[in-house]
T-cell receptor, first 112, second 115 residues
Framework: GENVEQHPSTLSVQEGDSAVIKCTYS??????FPWYKQELGKRPQLIID?????GEKKDQRIAVTLNKTAKHFSLHITETQPEDSAVYFC???????????FGGGTRLMVKP | DAGITQSPRHKVTETGTPVTLRCHQTENHRYMYWYRQDPGHGLRLIHY???????DKGEVSDGYSVSRSKTEDFLLTLESATSSQTSVYFC??????????????FGEGSWLTVV
């Protein structure tokens, strides 16, 4: 089955710096790659996603890149702010897109 | 918010007792899922449903059963709760796939402690 590896597990940056989180997946049939942000005690919430026909997508300070050949995708957050502190999860679609397999999560800490 | 309600939100139960968690959606989405979240393991799929009375197992289904008698409700039952089932349980919903991947939306979570 699909295996999604996420690195690093923790990431600490200074406010204003950039943060990069990387994920690799194993199933070449995966074609949808969302990213979720989860604040303490809250539900995971979708922040950005990318489909396999696109190499990069941006939304204000966040961007996601996808390399289908190498089977990896990354989340980039620029000009980080303390409110970006949270756990971030990547995921890859399986079973024709009807389900997701998640990475283990990255705890991002933005120091003021 | 995605129109998903989970109940109960918090529960403490004793080992060996049955427990049922309920997920209710107002979006009329076809797909519903139950995930559990544990430190170091991220989100793992327990069971999912692709329609009324249509369910299938996920990667961590042992000790759990599900039922979906109506489009809007998806129940997760722990037949005989064990301490290893202490976790946060998230229900999620999505539209059916057109081959391009579903966007999945999560409920607020149910915190279950088995003592």
């Amino acid at each position: 089955g699909e295996n999604v590896e996420q690195h690093p597990s923790t990431l600490s940056v200074q406010e204003g710096d950039s943060a990069v989180i990387k994920c690799t997946y194993s199933d070449s049939a995966s074609n949808y790659f969302p990213w979720y942000k989860q604040e303490l005690g809250k539900r995971p919430q979708l922040i950005i996603d990318i489909r396999s026909n696109v190499g990069e997508k941006k939304d204000q300070r966040i961007a996601v890149t996808l390399n289908k050949t190498a089977k990896h995708f990354s989340l980039h957050i620029t000009e980080t702010q303390p409110e970006d502190s949270a756990v971030y999860f990547c995921a890859a679609s399986i079973k024709g897109g009807n389900m997701l397999t998640f990475g283990g999560g990255t705890r991002l800490m933005v120091k003021p | 918010d995605a129109g998903i309600t989970q109940s109960p939100r918090h529960k403490v139960t004793e080992t060996g007792t049955p427990v049922t968690l309920r997920c209710h959606q107002t979006e009329n989405h076809r797909y519903m899922y139950w995930y559990r979240q544990d430190p170091g393991h991220g989100l793992r799929l327990i069971h999912y449903s692709y329609g009324v009375k249509d369910t299938d197992k996920g990667e961590v289904s042992d000790g759990y059963s599900v039922s979906r008698s109506k489009t809007e409700d998806f129940l997760l039952t722990l037949e005989s709760a064990t301490s290893s089932q202490t976790s946060v349980y998230f229900c999620a919903i999505s539209e059916s796939s057109r081959g391009s991947g579903n966007t999945i939306y999560f409920g607020e979570g149910s915190w279950l402690t088995v003592v």
